[in-house]
């Protein structure tokens, strides 16, 4: 092994001879290596994919070319620069007629080159489309040849690359060192472009070769080492006005089991990108205006978290043309797009980038694994090296760039070292600065953020909290405290991302796993115990009128019940919305999104500051004050807005005809302390009982410094103060039922 912070040295030819032929002994079938069972290949190769290609400039014959130029273009550009625009002759739809450029004809051509074209030349590793054909560069720092193989020709225009066909034998061609960095081989060849098949070939000392897989390839197929090349320019993706961070309420989603369950009017395969962009109106409905994905990088396993390629979409989900249609159709509705990605270790199965050239110092995994160690999910990435550490970072550019997502959750950043979270972070903020920035860490707090670079702290402990408090609360308000305000220290409402009713890691269900507990309903007795559903409302009203950022994991809106895995009967039940809808399952759905529209109309929820102006210790009450002062977003009209949110814990309960004292404290304003219910969690629209809240009472006016309120048990209740005259209760109250029955009716479309 290599000292660290140094490549490792050369061996003989004898340890390498040994490596290769691991392999050999262990089977050269990539299908058998790379299989996971269960897995399911989606049909690549469609002709709508083709006509993608063809609308984007790649007709038979002139493959490849940048940004739907013709190769004229790239023949001129070279002429300009004298070199010999013969040799560049552009007459190619089949590989033998591709031609690989020589590499002195690149140095004189140089001069008039587009910046992309020397990048993706000099630069960038993995397979580049250039003005003239497609620039490959591969790490291979052991290998005593590499051989790039290009499968069959251009895709048709019509009909696209028949995924049953039989790979055709591929065209093979030397690749040579980079004259400035010898660990990096490279080649460029003309009239290839997207949408082309191919692969690396490795040979060891003593002559032994197999094939590899691009580790910087944006599309691979699943079962075999074949990439197909990708121009991210052609995905032509829009500009997005994206909502500021203090405004996000996230909806938190697994790619392969969100849709397919029980849902009859799907109209295409489960389980895919696809799918997924027929459902966004439905997240969109709820209120909410960004989706945090769960990994949808390849991997192998169930949820996502073993990568086996960094920069390649999970084939299973759908090709990247799919993904960034994905990003853009939710871009349309409003919708901010969040990417998983887990950078601290490798696949367990299937790992591409296992020994990737051959050697292995102590069968350690080579080159990307180095001396890293076993992480419990797999080898951990060789976090000292540069080409490492680029591999990984480079992943912003990827998805925040390429495919125009909106932010990025950065798993498990306790996983590696601190320096490197640090240069991941810095990569996103410095080239995205509008995107938004999450690290899970433990142990998580308010010095996260701060410390990496990030925007946010993923916050495990929220849930456990009000797990801990539904069960029994007394003797704990600093806790009821902690999730009705914040927890000490936060002060930035965007400075953590909090889930009161689970996330994937609590809903999920793995053998051996102490924290998967199932659904916030399976926890207290199942959907058809009213304190379940009750509990669930609680607390999300809870998440929308306090600090920090929202987030709600799939199918908690329905009060859903047992775990989520990924076989169809745990996931995400569609039976419960389909054909107008259960009726616990538009209860809570109503309340969601009623509770997500509040925090969306009020700044004060967003951006306002919050102080705990009452705690009953011995009915587990605490009531926040949320308040903003300044102007609004035409920068001008000013405002001073204030919520009285009130939380109640326990079980006891009042009402209209015996009220309970909040001591708000002095008017404010010329017309004194009046307010209004804007939001209460028993509400009988949502599961609750008539009333049980306010709205029946109108414009509730303040008797000296207290607010006498009705506060429904095990619920939360949000006042706006407002101005002006009380209004007639039976007018307020037809106006109310008619909005909650208009919005169940919308919900059961």
């Not at 019509?158 to 065209?171: K, S």
């Not at 994937?504 to 199932?518: A, C, E, N």
């Not at 009967?569 to 259960?582: F, K, P």
Request: glycine letters at 12%; aromatic letters at 8%.
């Amino acid at each position: 092994p290599a000292p660290l912070g140094g490549p490792p040295p050369m061996p003989t030819s004898n340890p390498m001879l040994e490596a290769s032929n691991r392999y050999v002994q262990e089977g050269s079938d990539i299908g058998t290596r790379y299989a996971q069972p269960g897995a399911t290949q989606r049909p690549r190769g469609s002709s709508l994919r083709a006509q993608r290609l063809a609308a984007a400039g790649m007709a038979p014959g002139v493959a490849g070319v940048a940004d739907g130029a013709s190769t004229a273009a790239g023949l001129a550009a070279a002429a300009a620069a004298s070199v010999d625009a013969d040799r560049f002759a552009a007459n190619a739809s089949t590989p033998e007629t591709a031609k690989a450029v020589d590499p002195s004809m690149l140095a004189a051509a140089e001069t008039s080159a587009d910046p992309n074209d020397v990048d993706a030349r000099t630069r960038r590793l993995g397979a580049n489309v250039t003005s003239i054909g497609c620039a490959f560069g591969v790490w291979a720092p052991h290998a005593e040849q590499m051989k790039l193989l290009i499968y069959g020709g251009a895709p048709d225009p019509l009909r696209g690359i028949d995924p049953n066909a039989p790979l055709p034998a591929p065209t093979k061609y030397d690749m040579a060192r980079d004259a400035s960095d010898g660990s990096v081989w490279r080649l460029e060849v003309q009239q290839v472009g997207a949408g082309w098949r191919y692969a690396f070939e490795v040979t060891m000392p003593g002559g032994h070769s197999f094939v590899r897989r691009d580790p910087w390839a944006r599309e691979v197929d699943f079962d075999s080492d074949t990439c197909t090349i990708v121009d991210p320019r052609q995905f032509n993706l829009s500009d997005f006005a994206r909502p500021d961070h203090d405004s996000l309420i996230i909806y938190q989603c697994h790619v392969g089991t969100f849709t397919g369950r029980g849902d009859p009017e799907l109209g295409t395969a489960p389980g895919t990108f696809v799918a997924l962009t027929r459902k966004l109106d439905y997240v969109k409905s709820l209120g909410f205006n960004a989706i945090q994905l769960l990994p949808h990088t390849e991997f192998g396993g169930a949820w996502g978290y073993n990568p086996r390629l960094m920069h390649a979409v999970h084939g299973p989900y759908g090709d990247p043309w799919e993904f960034a249609e994905l990003v853009e159709a939710a871009h349309k509705r409003g919708v901010s797009v969040l990417v998983d990605v887990a950078l601290h270790h490798g696949a367990a199965n299937g790992n591409s980038l296992w020994e990737f050239d051959g050697w292995s110092g102590e069968g350690d995994g080579g080159i990307y694994f180095e001396r890293a160690g076993d992480t419990g999910w797999g080898q951990g990435f060789a976090f000292w090296k540069a080409e490492v550490q680029e591999y990984l970072a480079a992943t912003m550019d990827t998805w925040l760039g390429e495919y125009n997502c909106d932010g990025v959750r950065i798993d498990s950043a306790h996983s590696m070292p601190p320096d490197f979270v640090r240069k991941v972070t810095g990569r996103a903020k410095e080239r995205y600065p509008d995107r938004f920035v999450i690290v899970e860490h433990s142990p998580e707090g308010p010095h996260v953020p701060g410390e990496l670079g990030a925007d946010a702290c993923w916050l495990f402990s929220s849930c456990e909290d009000c797990a801990g408090m539904t069960n029994y609360w007394k003797g704990n308000m600093e806790r009821l405290e902690s999730v009705a305000r914040a927890p000490e220290g936060f002060h930035a409402n965007h400075a953590f991302v909090k889930f009161p009713l689970g996330s994937h890691d609590v809903i999920g269900k793995r053998p051996g796993h102490t924290h998967d507990l199932g659904h916030w309903a399976s926890r207290f007795g199942g959907r058809g115990e009213w304190r379940a559903r009750a509990s669930m409302r609680l607390w999300w009203g809870v998440a929308a009128a306090g600090v920090g950022i929202p987030m709600l994991f799939m199918g908690t809106e329905t009060h859903q019940d047992g775990h989520w895995h990924v076989e169809e009967e745990a996931s995400m039940d569609w039976s419960l919305i389909a054909r107008g809808g259960e009726k616990w399952a538009k209860e809570g759905m109503a309340c969601v999104k009623a509770a997500n529209e509040m925090r969306a109309e009020h700044w004060s929820l967003t951006r306002g500051t919050a102080r705990v102006i009452h705690a009953d210790h011995e009915n587990g009450i605490i009531v926040v004050e949320r308040h903003y002062e300044g102007v609004e977003e035409d920068g001008k009209t000013k405002m001073n807005q204030r919520l009285v949110v009130v939380v109640n814990d326990g079980d006891g309960q009042w009402d209209a005809e015996q009220t309970y004292g909040v001591d708000v404290g002095p008017p404010w304003g010329e017309d004194g302390g009046s307010f209004e219910e804007i939001f209460n969690s028993q509400d009988e629209a949502f599961g609750g009982w008539p009333g049980s809240g306010n709205k029946e009472r109108g414009v509730i006016m303040q008797e000296g410094n207290m607010l006498p309120l009705a506060i429904p048990k095990l619920g939360v209740v949000v006042l706006k103060q407002v101005s002006g005259p009380s209004r007639d209760p039976d007018l307020v109250l037809a106006e109310l039922s008619a909005g909650a029955a208009a919005s169940i009716t919308a919900l059961g479309r």
